[in-house]
């Protein structure tokens, strides 16, 4: 469903706007009647992240911290 809103609306309501919107509304805003603008929900705007979710998918070497080999650290002295 599509509403349009005048910008005074919009601007003393945004965020009620914006919960329309990522329940799926489109809102278009208004100038004298003319719409100028439309607000619309970002597909996959809102993701749930759950803790843990990476568990045994990065695997980190036990070398990680060791220093960098001196042919490397070299490479960076100029």
């Known amino acids: 469903m599509t509403d349009q809103i005048n910008i005074h609306q919009a601007k003393t309501h945004f965020s009620k706007l914006l919960k329309r919107v990522i329940a799926g509304e489109e809102i278009v805003i208004a100038k004298s009647g003319k719409p100028i603008a439309k607000i619309v929900p970002?597909?996959?705007?809102i993701h749930q992240?759950?803790?843990?979710?990476a568990i045994g998918k990065v695997k980190i070497s036990p070398e990680f911290d060791a220093p960098l080999p001196d042919d490397i650290?070299?490479?960076?002295?100029?």
């Open 42 to 45: 970002l597909e996959n705007a």
């Open 49 to 53: 992240r759950k803790p843990g979710s």
């Open 73 to 78: 650290l070299e490479s960076f002295e100029q």
